[in-house]
Structure formats: structure tokens, C-alpha cells
């Protein structure tokens, strides 16, 4: 499932490295 793949992805992106919002 690529969609699962990406949010996997952006969820590891945003815990390694969180937004600067």
C-alpha cells in the first residue's frame, strides 16, 4: 500500500525532524 508507505514516511519525517510551525 503506497499510500500507508507514504504516511509511514511523513510520520518518521515529522518525528525525526518536527515542523517548525
Not at 514516511?9 to 518536527?18: C, D, G, K, M, R
Amino acid at each position: 500500500l503506497p499510500m500507508e508507505r507514504e504516511s509511514t514516511s511523513i510520520w518518521e519525517l515529522s518525528f525525526v525532524v518536527p515542523p517548525n510551525h
